[in-house]
């Protein structure tokens, strides 16, 4: 790791004019200051205005613990500018996996030091300005006046210069499964209701303006704005609450630990921010506040990135960046991962994750298994397990996903039900030593799979056993999911005691060397560069939902924008018969092409990637199918070629260790045309290329199975010209020969 | 074990007479019917009302979750008598240990079978009928209709007869450690604000007429009545709410967390029950529910103990009885245990649990202990524990606890700190390795300390490294702390979730044959008859108070009929220096005599029984500390003999598996003479009898180290005249000879 540290600068006086820093190559600028007691920055990029003067601050409960007895007061105002530090700092880091080998990480930051004089006491702003956006987070250093306190909401102001077109997700404290909104800020509110309806997850609104992060915008003149968070670790996952013209107070829920949308809500006391002005609204816990903090302490990294170009947006690794360094000492063991599953059969309605329907409801304690009536549909079942196995070992996939292979499927979600899994008991029908030994024997390892239908603390009570278990058979990798309400009752899926449980299982299946890839958790903020065996988390709407009455052609172009921001995604891409009916009685389909299946793989960046169709469907698209076997999911470098939010991304990446490149290309439901100049192929050096395309006629709907595959040889600065099919897409291998 | 069951009748028709069920004894008379669909219980003793016609049933919350999408309904009325059973069962068990060797049960059950036409559903109402009181609860069998619930508010009514006098605490979800009220039912709303500000606990109310079981009443013509209840495991600690002429309606809290009484309660649908009727009122969760259950289940049982003598209060087993029998097989390592500790100084004020004052807080992964400055008032010190386990070893006592042996009391409590301590990491200055080995060659155990500061999330994450730290150094018992505000936030130390985590607790320990004495954890039930590893609690206000600022004489003369109805209390008697001025800089003094303390050791049953005081305050009234030394704690049979609630109590028990006697007696701040007839000892036999008795002028406040020691030899039929000072009491030994 290089370092290039430079100070700049050093002691100012509390002067009142803002404070400009500039980004190392002059293109984003950060003003600060203090006006009239708040600290207030704003931010340009080429010189054209991206956020408007913006306050900074934090609310503080009036709580009996808090100060040790002094009354509580806020961190908003009556700051002055004691002092502020400016330095910059140069530095290459490897990523254990990624879209690169090497990530750059040169900014300059500034701190402020801003004592809030009536109260002797003393908060910090760090700010790091970017080429392509900023971060800032509020730091809060051990003193005497400020040793604990409680949150009752962050006020960090973003404040937009205009109606730009964002593309959002109504703000929820437990599901970021939406389909994304593209409205003006100010259709936000109207648009809300609607929002909220689409699809079918169960969504409960803080604010009729709330919206989630990462949140992507453009404005009228083509700046791309996106606003989301870093390494939010022991702290509440932020939203942002929409400023309009009919906001008459920002909602606060203090004392309450309904989800709902309140509709009194208590006041902040402090002026109304004006219209396009997004507030930053934190996850509360049960009794509605939103943070216990103990000094010396910090928030998480607020981001603002910005561009003229939509590629930047994708390649930026400023959240990666805003990260701590990896914190484990041993990473020989974490790798990238492809894997097909006992899973799809499941969510398309076929067979079950239960083994048997003999009960209203089961209690873990009091069934025999072994005496149990079978329901005949249970998947996980050791002949099909075998079936996965043998598919696996043929195609080079890693390992084998098994859901339903352990015992309390029977009534396992939004019961209230606190012992609901054990983690260690098989079915009867699964012989976990015969199946990993099988497995192993194929040159394959099983998946684990610890669903705790939200059950953090049966969970946490049962994991180090879980872990062991998985470390006597050979596991070494496990999908969590967060079906369902949280138990303790009241908390919710982001707030700070469940993000801090996400980590602390992240940081406890470092331990027995385990991968994590964990569903329904909060949205990634790039804690995956401190604890690399944070391989995955899904914490957006995934493949799933195909099954479930389907998403939109456009979604896979929006989430790269959005929520992939923070850390990969286990979308499970690779869905080759769309309409589920051909093989079941479901009656959803997929909205997407099979080239526009493969492309996937690419333009939806994760180290680990699902293979998620059955066999027996990928053995019907075999040719096909060879994209998959063949493509890498770990990179030496990434060229986002060409990017447009909810309309197409074209990606060209270069496998890691190797000279082949792989080229991805996925659209919305219009199509699209591209031209791929094959100008970062090694120069002199032949290429096999194999093409996947959309056949002409091709459609999302109406044609999806018709690709082309069309293999030649190619050398760098050849031309690929490329048709996407509605919903379609494309997929390029470039072998060197 | 001897099984008499003996079925007396079974079918009834749904006819709205009362059925009656007597005793064995035929004293107690059960009455139950249903009236306009509502189940309905009476209770008479001796041909006495005590329980006037009162309604039993549960309001169910209407949940999303509940009974799949059904509309929940409530099980309050509606219902009819379908059937009913009736048995008679007596046998006798042995406790692994307790008062008596052999415990006798010895009651006729009545079972009510109670569909719920309209909804297709069924519940059971078990009724226990003893010859010293009843025990009912419900039972909710697995069906179609009824499988998951949430119960808003259970609604058992306790119908009283007449304005008895009570001995009461203010209803509080969070502490038990208040001075006991003793007023007329009509009283409680007027002295409620007092009760509160009472003391020096932080107490908030539900109810202005709320008050804790267990509750001790008297009616004004001699009944004595104790409500309780009896296995209370993965459900809410009950309160009871009076209903007086000034209610206007029954406090529910549902859907808010605080846990201050509502001034504006959300009435019950249910019309109010007469005045002088205790209403059940159950702990809530976070989010104001009472309890998440799933059938087949049952409450715990609520009991109603009836006797025309006091002393029946004190020797009923009726709580014992309705536990289940011991869960574990092995039992050999649970052993009674007489203990002193490094505690008393801390507590009184002059020297500390923390090892450095040189932070404002501490974080545990971020401070070098070995670095740190000593604030030098560390208590838990090599040297001074070595001092007492040598002063336990040469007295004969089996344990000596040590706190503040662990990091993390620089700010332990009340801070809402999640991380507060590890549990198995010691201060420099603690060498567990050396102080375990010195123990042991001394014949001696350190007994070990887990103070939680109520993180319980955290206690269960380190939990299992801790119990294994214990087992390699060689404890087998641990005092687990429950001080603060419960983390997860919002939630009360006697909800159901904290109530199955304490149960967690002692389950987890009886693995690691480690033996639990939970303080600040709920008031016990019954449950060390299932679990006989939980050997104590504290769950009222014990020993410590009297550094406090003191507790009233009569306090000791009440516990034995509230407190420690549920099991015993770790109440930590045996002060001698009884004006902590003598030897620190605290005012307080406790309110007791020498002769008082010793009788405290019979009166105040446990198996777990504290020499609180320091070994230096002992040594110099080593002549008195004798009978410390030799007095039992674990009892082959106990004989009350005189009882009256907040005067006095005497008790004489026998020694397990000796033929040694021992006999205290304790009174209030009145003074009290008493004549023991000895025609309980071994007819024939010689004894060397020991009296311990206040002398002439002791006086609790004026001279309370004032005793006498008499010697001489009594046999069975010999009289003992005590005079007990104001304040005082008498222990008394009689070694078989």
Known sequence: ?????????????????????????????????????????????????????????????????????????????????????????????????GENRNIRNHYVEYLAILPQVEYFRTMLIRFRVYDDGIGFRYEFPQQKNLIYFLIKEERSEFRMTGDHTAWWLPGDYDTQEQETQETRLSEIRSRMKEAVNWGNSSVAVFSPTGVQTSLQMKSQDGLYINIHEAACADYATMHLELVDQQTKALTTQLGGGSNAYTPNPKPSPYPLPQPFTFVSHLTPDATGLKGAMQTPCETPWRTVMVSDDARDMLSSNLILNLNEPCALDDTSWIHPTKYCGVWWEMIVGKSSWNYTDEFPSIKLDNIEWQKVKPNGRHAANNEKVKRYIDFASKNGLDQVLVEGWNVGWEDWANMWKRDVFDFVTPYPDFDIKMLNDYAHSKGVKLLMHHETSSSTQNYERHMEAAFNLMNEYGYDAVKTGYVGDIIPRGDHHYSQSMNNHYLYVVKEAAKHHIMVNAHEATRPTGLCRTYPNLVGNESARGTEYEAFGGSRPDHTCILPFTRLQGGPMDYTPGIFVTKLSEWSDNPSWARITIAGSLALYLTMYSPLQMAADLPENYEKFDDAFQFIREVACDWDESIYLEAEPADYITVARKAKGTDNWFIGGKCDENGHKTTVKLDFLDKGRKYDCTIYADAKDAHYEKNPQAYTITKKVVKAGDVLKLTEAPGGGFAVSLIAK
Request: with cysteine.
């Open 1 to 97: 790791m290089r370092y290039c540290i430079l100070f700049i600068s050093c002691l100012l006086s509390s002067v009142m004019m803002a404070t400009e820093v500039k980004s190392p190559n002059g293109h984003v600028v950060l003003s600060f200051t203090v006006e009239n007691g708040r600290p207030t920055y704003s931010l340009t990029y080429k010189g054209r205005e991206v956020v408007h003067p913006s306050h900074l601050g934090l609310e503080l409960a009036k709580d009996k613990h808090a100060s040790k007895g002094l009354e509580e007061t806020d961190l908003m105002d009556g700051f002055t500018l004691l002092k502020d530090e400016v330095k910059e700092v140069d530095e290459t880091w490897q990523p254990v996996w």
